[in-house]
């Protein structure tokens, strides 16, 4: 099978036959303002069901028309579309030290559709038209797959190289979001608790999900949050994380050591407050530990 020579961008007969689609338009996106881009592409769903040989991958008629104009996937004037929000969340998480120098970000998951930020960029600003738009289900992204995307910005960006661990949210949680800081009270963590996991309980955990999609926990609940080792690159991240997930079941995210923590729940409201409640332990954890003081009572 012929490969498209850019990074997720298929030839017609490709998408055709990997995705065993039963009609496809295959449409070059218009260049921006500046002649940039051109290069990049977007694969338009034709007005029939698609069936893909990794479930059944249905368009509603409302996604079909919309990637008419795949710009209209990001462009919206209600201030909760998730290319309006990820933009703004993306500017708090950087006033809280959260995504500063440019890693860490939000994925957002309606429906059928995930939405996702550039990679590499000053994430507090961020645009709606700088945000990608991929089919939901799809063979979970990695580095060694193709990806299949809605929309593409214009300009040359490449999404997120969280993507393959977001997915994994998406496939093992069915998580709407997924949040990824650089927080500092998250690293410290991970330095401080050497072994598979940082435990906290008796504290302010009633806003953490078990799974990070169930039930609260309670103030009698112990948190438990794996910690997996890092690597060079994000990417590299998605299998060891993948098995932190299957091994802790009940976790609502994942530390990274030396690195961060990826935080999800089953919309971007519940993910993000669970993020806050996750960092706010980790801090408190900190400071219990260097001041002595035991985080899990018996
Ligand atoms: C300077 S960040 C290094 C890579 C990283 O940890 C990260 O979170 C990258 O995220 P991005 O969305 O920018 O690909
Ligand atoms: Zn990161």
């Known amino acids: 099978m012929r490969r498209a020579a850019a990074k997720g961008t ?3 007969e490709e998408a055709v036959a990997y995705n065993e689609v039963l009609s496809v338009k295959y449409r070059p996106l218009r260049d921006d303002a500046n002649g940039v881009g051109g290069q990049t592409s977007t694969l338009v769903v034709d007005r029939q069901p698609v069936m893909s040989r990794f479930g059944n991958l249905v368009f509603s008629s409302s996604v ?5 104009n795949p710009d209209s996937l990001v462009i919206s004037d209600d201030p909760l579309h998730p290319a309006n929000l990820i933009p703004e969340l993306c500017r708090n998480f950087y006033q809280l030290g959260w995504v500063t120098g440019t890693g860490g970000g939000i994925t957002i998951r309606q429906g059928n559709l995930v939405y996702i930020a550039p990679s590499g960029v000053q994430k507090e600003r961020i645009l709606p038209e700088h945000i990608f738009v991929l089919p939901y289900p799809q063979p979970a992204p990695s580095p060694h797959t193709d990806r299949i995307f809605l929309r593409r910005p214009a300009k040359k960006l490449s999404e997120s ?3 393959p661990l ?5 496939d093992m949680r069915d998580a709407g979001s997924c949040i990824h800081t650089h927080s500092q009270n998250a690293v410290m963590a991970t330095l401080l608790w050497t072994g598979p996991t940082f435990t906290i309980s008796h504290q302010m955990i009633k806003g953490v999900r078990i799974g990070g999609v169930g039930r609260a926990l309670s103030y009698l609940d112990t948190l438990e949050v794996p910690i997996i080792d890092n690597t060079p690159f994000e990417v590299d991240l998605k299998e060891s994380m993948a098995e932190a997930m299957a091994k802790y079941p009940e976790a609502a995210g994942v530390l990274v ?3 961060g923590v990826y935080v999800w729940g089953s919309d971007w409201e519940k993910a993000k407050a669970q993020a806050e409640c996750l960092d706010y332990l980790f801090e408190i954890a900190v400071k219990m530990k ?3 003081l035991e985080t899990v009572l018996n």
Request: hydrophobic share 35%.
């Open 64 to 68: 079909m028309s919309a990637t008419d």
């Open 10 to 12: 298929w030839s017609l």
């Open 257 to 259: 050591r030396r690195h």
């Open 161 to 163: 190289s969280c993507t």
């Open 290 to 292: 260097q001041a002595g």
């Open 166 to 170: 977001f997915w994994n949210t998406f």
